[in-house]
């Protein structure tokens, strides 16, 4: 189906057909959960996972159709990223195909409506589908640890789980949160925000780090409570390109992020050990993606851009895929599989 509807949409930019395709998603009538095979059923921080394969941040930043989500196969679905006061983002054009080399630019700059108009809808969803919560700062805010502070506060009852989204390399200076003193300052104030019974948070790192970075990361998280780590938001870096687009600025993702967000995954599983659960991001697009992921050491995987040129299917495509790994190699769970490999 989807390969007669991707020229449809790619004949629009990419931004258009986006928004296009959540007005359609918003309209469809409410599916009951899917069901998925049991070994695919995790626990990570306190929350049953159905399925290790989510919806990665920024495709519903407004959490405009969580709930229909999970009808495309998702496990689990993240929504934002959402700062505190609703702002527009960078100027269009914004989002960009990279079609040549199976990639997203995108320069968003956490365009949302805010955190109050999310609470809002997501008060009134119907499926009880996982549905984490991604939050940031103001890109004008004259303290952005109170930013994040309160998005805790705010957005807590009505997520699943919290990201914590240090890692966007569209709102300026927002990435200096990931040096050594800024972070501990962060996650100690985050901490504090947190109550008794609510959400894990996890924190969002980006690939682009430098040796040492991974331990420090780690250390602070762990010693913070933080339950588990993202690997990882989009890269500045360019890894050769050949599509038009290739000299936009912002972050990269899809197929070229997969060498380095599996590098950047596995310093963080050497740099951990193991005692922090870790969530893979950036270039999954098929099953043995995902499957060397897991090896590696993540607990679950997340993905976007792969939806662009694969279409809806992928998630429940991917799903069964490891599902089959699993019973292939004798493997009763995802967590027998976890840094495996
Ligand atoms: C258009 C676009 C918007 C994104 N917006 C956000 C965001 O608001 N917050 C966030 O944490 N990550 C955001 N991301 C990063 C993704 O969540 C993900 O970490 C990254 O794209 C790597 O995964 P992928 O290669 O499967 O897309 C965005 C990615 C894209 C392509």
């Not at 009808?71 to 040549?100: A, S």
């Not at 805010?114 to 700062?137: F, H, S």
């Not at 050949?242 to 590098?263: F, I, Q, T, V």
Request: hydrophobic share 45%; charged share 20%; no cysteine.
């Amino acid at each position: 189906m989807y390969q007669y509807l991707r020229p449809l949409l790619f004949a629009f930019d990419a931004e258009t057909a986006h928004r296009a395709t959540i007005r359609a998603l918003a309209l469809l009538p409410p599916r009951a959960l899917p069901i998925f095979p049991p070994s695919l059923t995790s626990e990570i921080a306190g929350l049953t996972f159905p399925s290790p394969v989510g919806l990665a941040a920024g495709f519903d930043k407004d959490g405009e159709v969580p709930d229909a989500m999970p009808g495309l196969g998702f496990g689990f679905v993240e929504i934002g990223t959402l700062t505190p006061r609703p702002q527009e983002g960078n100027p269009r054009p914004r989002l960009f195909r990279l079609v040549e080399d199976q990639a997203v630019i995108n320069r968003m700059g956490f365009n949302n409506r805010g955190q109050d108009d999310a609470l809002t809808r997501l008060k009134r969803r119907q499926l009880r589908g996982l549905v984490g919560v991604n939050i940031g700062a103001n890109k004008d805010s004259a303290d952005r640890i109170a930013d994040y502070v309160a998005g805790v506060r705010a957005m807590a009852p009505v997520a699943d789980y919290l990201t914590v989204n240090i890692s966007s390399p569209n709102t300026p200076g927002l990435r200096n949160l990931q040096a050594g003193g800024e972070l501990v300052d962060l996650l100690g104030a985050i901490a504090g925000a947190r109550t008794p019974g609510g959400p894990p948070v996890f924190l969002k790192v980006a690939p682009d780090l430098e040796p040492g970075d991974h331990e420090r990361i780690v250390r602070a998280a762990i010693d913070a409570l933080i339950d588990a780590l993202i690997v990882a938001n989009t890269t500045i870096s360019r890894p050769p390109l050949k599509s038009r687009h290739a000299g936009e600025a912002g972050g990269l993702s899809g197929a070229p992020l997969k060498p380095l967000a599996l590098d950047s995954l596995r310093a963080f599983r050497s740099a951990s050990g193991g005692e922090l659960p870790l969530i893979a991001a950036g270039g999954i697009a098929s099953a043995d993606d995902a499957w060397e992921r897991i090896i590696a050491g993540a607990s679950l995987v997340q993905l976007y851009s792969a939806l662009v040129y694969h279409g809806p299917g992928l998630a429940r495509r991917i799903a069964d895929g490891l599902a089959e790994r699993l019973s292939e190699r004798g493997m009763s769970s995802i967590a027998e599989a976890v840094g495996s490999g």
